[in-house]
């Protein structure tokens, strides 16, 4: 292709990608002026893949950021080391409450796993009424309520009950049809690798 040509093809390439960007700009422009609404959102963080809670913590870091206090309460997770939960401990706006016992497998007791999901929601519930908490962080309850250690229906009415506010990110696998019929916004992960399937172990800084 000579230079001249080759001009002529970048030119096109620059006037056919401006014309795209105009068009997506108006589109983007005329979504944002339509969403005038301005309340509390539910998230659900679901799916097989990783990063549903660090997701959430991510969004902990941006609520502080905007001066709002948030409360986090972590089910069915029993360990206290994580990074996350060492750093936000330090955080005065973070209310953390680490309340599970461990994985299902290793309590192999469902009464007790099930006095512990209620303890938790008791503190839950604590968060979703107070209007001074911006955002609230309901990490693996997706597990709890899978297990019916949790009634779905008083959970929803609890979520739906909450300071008009106040936003809310529940994570876990497998979300129940209707927390994800309840929510605004829904994100199933999706697991396309995982290094532990190739025989990592999980590493602190990453995994915890």
Do not use: C
């Amino acid at each position: 292709m000579s230079e001249r040509n080759e001009e002529t093809v970048m030119s096109d390439l620059d006037e056919r990608h401006e014309t795209r960007m105009k068009r997506k700009k108006e589109v983007v422009d005329q979504a944002i002026a339509a969403a005038k609404v301005e309340r509390g959102v539910l998230v659900v963080n679901t799916g097989t893949g990783k990063g549903k809670s660090s997701a959430a913590f991510g969004v902990v870091a941006r609520a502080l950021g905007h001066g709002m206090k948030v409360g986090v309460v972590q089910f069915i997770k029993g360990r206290s080391d994580t990074g996350e939960e060492a750093f936000y401990r330090r955080q005065p706006d973070v209310q953390w409450h680490v309340s599970g016992e461990g994985f299902t497998w290793e309590t192999q007791n469902r009464a007790r796993d099930v006095a512990t999901a209620e303890a938790a929601w008791d503190q839950a519930r604590a968060f979703l009424r107070d209007p001074a908490i911006g955002l609230v962080v309901l990490d693996e309850l997706n597990i709890a309520l899978k297990y019916h250690y949790l009634d779905v229906a008083a959970v929803i009415a609890d979520l739906q009950a909450r300071p008009a506010m106040q936003h809310v990110i529940v994570t876990g696998r497998a979300a129940p049809p209707e927390l994800v019929e309840a929510a605004d916004t829904v994100t199933d992960m999706t697991m396309v690798k995982h290094a532990f399937k190739a025989g990592v172990k999980a590493m602190p800084g990453l995994e915890w």
